[in-house]
């Protein structure tokens, strides 16, 4: 038998109230009422056979199932979405498509924005956050991806910054757990909160060498945002990017905990679709980027 997809309907709300988190704003957002939101949630599970949401002491909330469905739900309408905008005239110039990483783009690349449109107010943007397992370079003018640069040619891709991985938290989580700071081992006592998936706890275990049946404990949350979020709500440990957030650990909004980490051979590598011809604002985008990453190594180095 054929693969199918799910009613379009179901999907519809679902993405809605996956995006929304919300059963009322899902409704409003579609035009329709509380509960045909519902029913239409209940067909889509029916018609898959798994539970996506379940009843919360404040609503509906999403399984793991749900929050693990919802990424590429949501990719694909957003997606959908932008290029109609596009194809029906709605950019003056059209803008560079740009994908990104949830972490890199809401903690790196977005609070600098404005430097650049400062120096080229002219050129528009549409950025949008793209799990790893979703990614379609060929919708995107350039994509900024975690992984090893040693492994493409520069004609391929460019790295930007490191991504190193250390076990940070928000300063009153720190005070909460005695010795947490500085201790590897108090990661035993910490509650883990892991990033799509536990492998990356799982390795940095192995190598503090501890227990690594201890990173089956703690949250799992589909992308780098959600987690960082949770991280900063003071909910527990979680494994973050160094390079993304030295202005929080600056500014102490979140303390790096100890010397262990990983992930030192990946960084987060500026690609170009090769497949179109590279236009002027993206040329000038990347071009700003490269610059700004140097700046920073200098300064680093200096």
Request: charged letters at 20%.
């Given at each position: 038998?054929a693969?199918?997809?799910p009613?379009?309907?179901?999907?519809?709300a679902?993405e809605a109230?996956a995006r929304?988190?919300?059963v009322t704003?899902a409704?409003d957002d579609?035009?329709?009422?509380?509960?045909?939101?519902?029913h239409q949630?209940?067909q889509?599970?029916?018609?898959?056979?798994?539970e996506?949401?379940?009843?919360?002491?404040?609503?509906?909330?999403?399984?793991?199932?749900?929050?693990?469905?919802?990424?590429p739900?949501?990719e694909?309408f957003?997606?959908?979405?932008?290029e109609?905008?596009l194809?029906?005239?709605?950019?003056?110039?059209?803008?560079?498509?740009?994908?990104a990483?949830?972490?890199?783009?809401?903690?790196?690349?977005?609070?600098r924005l404005?430097?650049?449109?400062?120096l080229h107010?002219?050129v528009?943007?549409q950025?949008n956050?793209?799990a790893?397992?979703?990614?379609?370079q060929?919708v995107f003018?350039?994509?900024?991806r975690?992984e090893d640069?040693s492994l493409i040619?520069?004609?391929?891709?460019v790295?930007?910054v490191d991504?190193?991985a250390v076990?940070?938290c928000?300063?009153?989580?720190?005070r909460?757990?005695d010795?947490?700071?500085?201790?590897p081992r108090?990661?035993?006592?910490?509650?883990?909160?892991?990033?799509?998936?536990?492998?990356?706890?799982?390795?940095w275990?192995?190598r503090?060498?501890l227990p690594?049946?201890?990173?089956?404990?703690?949250t799992?949350f589909a992308d780098?945002?959600l987690t960082l979020?949770?991280?900063m709500?003071?909910?527990?440990?979680?494994?973050l990017?160094?390079?993304l957030?030295?202005?929080?650990?600056?500014?102490?909004?979140?303390v790096a905990l100890n010397?262990?980490?990983?992930?030192?051979?990946?960084h987060y590598?500026l690609r170009?679709?090769?497949?179109l011809?590279?236009?002027?604002d993206?040329?000038?985008l990347r071009?700003?980027?490269?610059?700004?990453c140097?700046?920073n190594?200098?300064?680093?180095v200096?």
């Amino acid at each position: 038998m054929a693969d199918r997809l799910p009613p379009l309907h179901s999907l519809r709300a679902f993405e809605a109230f996956a995006r929304l988190r919300n059963v009322t704003l899902a409704a409003d957002d579609l035009c329709v009422t509380h509960s045909a939101v519902i029913h239409q949630l209940k067909q889509l599970q029916d018609w898959m056979g798994v539970e996506l949401v379940r009843r919360g002491s404040n609503g509906l909330l999403l399984t793991e199932a749900g929050e693990r469905f919802r990424v590429p739900v949501c990719e694909g309408f957003q997606r959908i979405m932008a290029e109609t905008r596009l194809m029906r005239g709605g950019s003056r110039r059209g803008a560079v498509r740009v994908s990104a990483m949830p972490m890199f783009a809401v903690a790196w690349l977005i609070p600098r924005l404005p430097g650049f449109w400062a120096l080229h107010p002219e050129v528009d943007l549409q950025v949008n956050y793209t799990a790893p397992q979703t990614w379609d370079q060929t919708v995107f003018d350039m994509s900024i991806r975690l992984e090893d640069p040693s492994l493409i040619t520069p004609a391929i891709g460019v790295p930007l910054v490191d991504g190193v991985a250390v076990p940070m938290c928000s300063p009153a989580y720190a005070r909460r757990v005695d010795g947490l700071t500085g201790s590897p081992r108090a990661m035993l006592k910490a509650t883990l909160i892991h990033d799509e998936d536990r492998s990356g706890w799982t390795q940095w275990l192995s190598r503090a060498g501890l227990p690594v049946d201890h990173a089956q404990s703690g949250t799992l949350f589909a992308d780098g945002n959600l987690t960082l979020a949770s991280v900063m709500a003071g909910e527990g440990v979680g494994l973050l990017r160094r390079a993304l957030l030295k202005e929080q650990v600056r500014a102490g909004a979140l303390v790096a905990l100890n010397n262990v980490v990983i992930d030192e051979h990946l960084h987060y590598v500026l690609r170009p679709n090769s497949d179109l011809p590279m236009g002027r604002d993206t040329e000038t985008l990347r071009s700003w980027l490269l610059e700004i990453c140097t700046e920073n190594r200098v300064r680093t180095v200096s």
